[in-house]
């Protein structure tokens, strides 16, 4: 059976200070993000055990724990490379086009990913994504790791908002941390993510008109 992996960071723990400190890098890939990718395989398995012995009691049970420890393993391996040292400063090419076209302005777009992160009931992530019915740019905010997400949208740049994303370095002032992902961000990462996604035909024509589109 196929089994999902826990990535190797392509930095190390604390290469991303002084902006997330390297305690909480190594707690938040080795111990939280390790867990989602454990669980996410034993759920499959206990799946398999399910279809073996014909019962299927448990199964609403088991799809809720794939959905979330699966879309947690997805989510914080795109937020692992989307980081990088010494990142920031603002995207270019046909990412940025895009973000000025969808938002406005990338000043527009930072206000904008910045408060779907502070506005976040609870635990979630901030997310960009594409939308490929309408071909354009999303913000949403995903509630845990699974809920609250367009079914279309494929994930580009997320900002975890879980409190084990920031609590020991930045306490309850979760604002701060929002705004020190700034400094990171590995924008050819995100515009490599965006044009692979902008190649993908969900085949549902008839079903929006993007920006630009004739009919
Ligand atoms: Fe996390």
Known sequence: MPQYVLPDLEYDFGALEPHISGQIMELHHGKHHKAYV????ETLQKLEEARAQKDFSRLAGLERSLAFNLSG?????????????????????????????????????????SEVAATIMG????????EPLAQRLLTCQIYDHQSNLSQSGIPLMVIDAWEHAYYLQYKNVKTEFFKAVWNLWNWNDVSARFESARKLDVLLPETAQPAGATR
């Open 38 to 41: 454990e669980k996410a395989n």
């Open 123 to 130: 635990s979630g992530w901030a997310a960009l994504v594409w």
């Open 73 to 113: 393993h997805v989510l914080h391996s795109v937020f692992w490379k989307n980081l990088m040292p010494k990142g920031g400063d603002a995207p270019s090419g046909e990412l940025a086009r895009a973000i000025s076209r969808d938002y406005g302005s990338f000043e527009a777009f930072k206000a904008q990913m």
